[in-house]
């Protein structure tokens, strides 16, 4: 039957020890490279995996190092302008106690340039009240007059002495 097929068994098996002698062959030469190649590519991509990985790591701890950086320096940045401001204020209090000081002193020289003028003028006063009071007395002796004289005197005198001007 198998001949009545046209099925020749010595072809069938000679095809079959060509099939395992190719398989044999390109086992032996194409696949254990094929293989090589396959397994080199993998460790390759696990490689630049890993490599990535710590790459990715190492760019994760050097940005937390620089926002830590940034924030130390924005801190500093508030501390200067805090002290900067504390001794701004301390600036502006020293300039207000000494002015506050500066306008005392002068307060207090002018109150005793006040004073001082005041004893000057109030002894001049008295000079001149006691030269009034002499020149009256002088007007008074010298004339001998009636109480109406003496009164009309006496106007005469508080008339002048209204005129007169104090010198300061």
Same mark, same amino acid.
């Given at each position: 039957?198998?001949?009545?097929?046209?099925?020749?068994?010595?072809?069938?098996?000679?095809?079959?020890?060509?099939?395992?002698?190719?398989?044999?062959?390109?086992?032996?030469?194409?696949?254990?490279?094929?293989?090589?190649?396959?397994?080199?590519?993998?460790?390759?991509?696990?490689?630049?995996?890993?490599?990535?990985?710590?790459?990715?790591?190492?760019?994760?701890?050097?940005?937390?190092?620089?926002?830590?950086?940034?924030?130390?320096?924005?801190?500093?940045?508030?501390?200067?302008?805090?002290?900067? *401001?504390? @001794? /701004?204020? &301390?600036?502006?209090?020293?300039?207000?106690?000494?002015?506050?000081?500066? %306008? =005392? $002193?002068?307060? #207090?020289?002018?109150?005793?340039?006040?004073?001082?003028? *005041?004893? @000057? /003028?109030? &002894?001049?006063?008295?000079?001149?009240?006691?030269?009034?009071?002499?020149? %009256? =007395? $002088?007007?008074? #002796?010298?004339?001998?007059?009636?109480?109406?004289?003496?009164?009309?005197?006496?106007?005469?005198?508080?008339?002048?002495?209204?005129?007169?001007?104090?010198?300061?």
């Amino acid at each position: 039957m198998v001949e009545a097929l046209g099925i020749n068994f010595t072809e069938i098996i000679f095809a079959i020890v060509n099939f395992l002698i190719l398989v044999t062959v390109l086992a032996k030469f194409l696949y254990k490279p094929f293989i090589e190649m396959l397994e080199n590519r993998k460790q390759s991509i696990q490689d630049s995996f890993d490599h990535a990985a710590d790459t990715n790591r190492r760019a994760d701890e050097k940005m937390d190092e620089y926002n830590k950086r940034i924030s130390n320096v924005e801190q500093e940045g508030r501390e200067i302008v805090k002290n900067a *401001k504390i @001794k /701004a204020e &301390a600036q502006a209090s020293d300039i207000i106690n000494e002015a506050n000081a500066k %306008a =005392a $002193e002068i307060k #207090l020289h002018a109150e005793n340039e006040v004073e001082r003028q *005041k004893a @000057k /003028a109030l &002894a001049e006063m008295k000079a001149q009240v006691a030269a009034m009071a002499l020149l %009256a =007395a $002088e007007k008074i #002796l010298e004339k001998d007059l009636e109480l109406e004289g003496q009164e009309h005197l006496i106007d005469n005198i508080i008339e002048q002495v209204g005129a007169a001007k104090w010198q300061n």
